[in-house]
């Protein structure tokens, strides 16, 4: 798993971060309020609003690759 940290903070910047990627068939988890959206070639992308560090959270995973990658805001 790869973790980063942005420089900018806060939800408005991992939300927009998350719409640049453009994915499709974006939902909303019921449990837990996470977005969630894929992109064509299968990843999957998902925004944490909030998280156990307090941090939103965008996450990506490949599962071609099984590689995850966390940026934090």
């Excluded at 973790?3 to 068939?25: E, M, R």
């Excluded at 959270?57 to 490949?62: Q, R």
């Amino acid at each position: 798993m790869w973790n980063y940290t942005s420089d900018v903070k806060g939800i408005d910047a991992a939300k927009a971060d998350f719409d640049a990627l453009n994915p499709s068939n974006v939902r909303i988890d019921p449990r837990n309020g996470t977005i969630i959206g894929d992109l064509p070639d299968g990843t999957t992308v998902n925004l944490h609003t909030g998280t156990s560090t307090g941090e939103p959270t965008l996450g990506i995973h490949d599962p071609g690759t099984g590689i995850d990658v966390k940026i934090r805001f």
